[in-house]
C-alpha cells in the first residue's frame, strides 16, 4: 500500500492528559483543550503519548480520555493513539479498545527496557499491525526505548500495508533520509529542533511533526511548515528560529515535556514519579512564551 504524504495530518500535537487537583483525569479540561489546539491549527492528535503520560494513566483512562477527546473535536480531525508498552500482549490489547474507543491510528514505540534485538522488534510491531484495522505510526525513540528501530528494519515493516507511518526521535538524519527514499512511510519529526531539517530533506515522505510544544504554541510551529510550502524558506528558517527558545526551555532543560508544557498550562498536576516544574523553571518558561508570542503576532 502506498501511503499517502501526511496519513494523519502535518502539524500533529502530542497532547498532554488534564487531571483535576486531586489527580483525576480531566476529561472536561480535555475536551476544552484539544478543541483549541485544533482551533489554532493543529490537523490531528495524538493522545496517551508519553506527554499524555501513558505510564501512569490506566487502561481505562485511555480510554476514556480517547472518547471525550473524539466527542469533542469531531470525526473529521484524526485521533493517533498511544499504545506502547513494553509488553506485546499488553500492547495488541490496548491497540483493540483503542479502535473500539474510535481511534484513526495507534502510536506503537519500541518495546523498552528489555532491549529485544531487531527480530523481535519487528515481530512485535507486526503484531499490533496484525491486530487491528487501524494504520500504525511506529516510534522510533531510542534514548528512551534503549533499543532502535534500525533503517533496515524499517525497511521490511514497511511492506505492511498498515504500517504507514514513523515518529523519528531517532536523531539520524543520515538513516531517516534513507528511509524516506526507499519507501512509502511518512515521517513526521518527534524532536522540535528536527521539525524543519526534517521536513526540507524528506520531499513528499516528510509528513510534518508530533510535537509537545505544539500544546503551548500550535500555530506557531505550523506557521515554520506553512512558510516551507509556500516556498518561503527563508521566512520557514526565520520563524524556526523564533521557537527555539521555548522549546529548548520545554525540551532540553532537564525537565520532561508533559512537566514544562503543564508549567504553561491550566492542566493540573502531573502524576509521580513526575515532579512539578519549580518556580524559577516556570518563570523562565513563561519569559520564554511571552517573548515568541511577541515576535509572531
Same mark, same amino acid.
Given at each position: 500500500?502506498?501511503?499517502?504524504?501526511?496519513?494523519?495530518?502535518?502539524?500533529?500535537?502530542?497532547?498532554?492528559?488534564?487531571?483535576? #487537583?486531586?489527580?483525576?483525569?480531566?476529561?472536561?479540561?480535555?475536551?476544552?483543550?484539544?478543541?483549541?489546539?485544533?482551533?489554532?491549527?493543529?490537523?490531528?492528535?495524538?493522545?496517551? &503519548?508519553?506527554?499524555?503520560?501513558?505510564?501512569?494513566?490506566?487502561?481505562?483512562?485511555?480510554?476514556?480520555?480517547?472518547?471525550?477527546?473524539?466527542?469533542?473535536? &469531531?470525526?473529521?480531525?484524526?485521533?493517533?493513539?498511544?499504545?506502547?508498552?513494553?509488553?506485546? !500482549?499488553?500492547?495488541?490489547?490496548?491497540?483493540? *479498545?483503542?479502535? *473500539?474507543?474510535?481511534?484513526?491510528?495507534?502510536?506503537?514505540?519500541?518495546?523498552?527496557?528489555?532491549?529485544?534485538?531487531?527480530?523481535?522488534?519487528?515481530?512485535?510491531?507486526?503484531?499490533?499491525?496484525?491486530?487491528?484495522?487501524?494504520?500504525?505510526?511506529?516510534?522510533?525513540?531510542?534514548? !528512551?526505548?534503549?533499543?532502535?528501530?534500525?533503517?533496515?528494519?524499517?525497511? /521490511?515493516?514497511?511492506?505492511? %500495508? /498498515?504500517?504507514?507511518?514513523?515518529?523519528?526521535?531517532?536523531?539520524?538524519?543520515?538513516?531517516?533520509?534513507?528511509?524516506?527514499?526507499?519507501?512509502?512511510?511518512?515521517?513526521?519529526?518527534?524532536?522540535?529542533?528536527?521539525?524543519?531539517?526534517?521536513?526540507?530533506?524528506?520531499?513528499?515522505? #516528510? #509528513?510534518?511533526?508530533?510535537?509537545?510544544?505544539? +500544546?503551548?504554541?500550535? !500555530? *506557531?510551529?505550523?506557521?515554520?511548515?506553512?512558510?516551507?510550502?509556500?516556498?518561503?524558506?527563508?521566512?520557514?528558517?526565520?520563524? +524556526?528560529?523564533?521557537?527555539?527558545?521555548?522549546?529548548?526551555?520545554?525540551?532540553?532543560?532537564?525537565?520532561?515535556?508533559?512537566?514544562?508544557?503543564?508549567?504553561?498550562?491550566?492542566?493540573? %498536576?502531573?502524576?509521580?514519579?513526575?515532579?512539578?516544574?519549580?518556580?524559577?523553571?516556570?518563570? &523562565?518558561?513563561?519569559?520564554?512564551?511571552?517573548?515568541?508570542?511577541?515576535?509572531?503576532?
Amino acid at each position: 500500500m502506498t501511503a499517502p504524504a501526511a496519513p494523519f495530518g502535518r502539524a500533529l500535537c502530542a497532547m498532554i492528559t488534564p487531571f483535576t #487537583a486531586s489527580g483525576a483525569l480531566h476529561q472536561d479540561a480535555a475536551r476544552k483543550h484539544a478543541a483549541s489546539l485544533v482551533a489554532d491549527g493543529c490537523d490531528g492528535l495524538v493522545l496517551s &503519548g508519553t506527554t499524555g503520560e501513558s505510564p501512569t494513566t490506566t487502561d481505562a483512562e485511555k480510554s476514556a480520555l480517547l472518547r471525550a477527546v473524539r466527542a469533542s473535536v &469531531g470525526d473529521g480531525v484524526p485521533i493517533v493513539a498511544g499504545v506502547g508498552s513494553s509488553d506485546t !500482549r499488553h500492547t495488541v490489547a490496548l491497540a483493540q *479498545q483503542a479502535e *473500539q474507543a474510535g481511534a484513526d491510528g495507534l502510536l506503537v514505540v519500541t518495546p523498552y527496557y528489555s532491549r529485544p534485538p531487531q527480530a523481535a522488534v519487528e515481530a512485535h510491531f507486526r503484531r499490533v499491525a496484525d491486530a487491528t484495522g487501524l494504520p500504525l505510526m511506529l516510534y522510533d525513540i531510542p534514548g !528512551r526505548t534503549g533499543t532502535r528501530i534500525e533503517p533496515e528494519t524499517l525497511l /521490511r515493516l514497511a511492506e505492511h %500495508p /498498515r504500517i504507514v507511518a514513523v515518529k523519528d526521535c531517532a536523531y539520524d538524519l543520515l538513516g531517516s533520509t534513507k528511509v524516506i527514499g526507499a519507501t512509502s512511510l511518512a515521517y513526521y519529526s518527534g524532536c522540535e529542533e528536527l521539525n524543519l531539517p526534517l521536513y526540507a530533506v524528506g520531499a513528499a515522505g #516528510a #509528513a510534518g511533526y508530533v510535537s509537545t510544544v505544539a +500544546n503551548v504554541v500550535p !500555530r *506557531q510551529l505550523r506557521a515554520v511548515l506553512d512558510a516551507f510550502d509556500a516556498g518561503d524558506t527563508a521566512e520557514a528558517a526565520r520563524l +524556526n528560529r523564533l521557537t527555539v527558545p521555548l522549546a529548548e526551555l520545554m525540551m532540553a532543560s532537564g525537565l520532561p515535556g508533559t512537566v514544562t508544557a503543564k508549567a504553561l498550562l491550566d492542566a493540573g %498536576p502531573v502524576r509521580e514519579p513526575l515532579q512539578p516544574a519549580g518556580r524559577e523553571a516556570a518563570d &523562565g518558561l513563561r519569559r520564554a512564551y511571552e517573548e515568541l508570542l511577541a515576535a509572531t503576532s
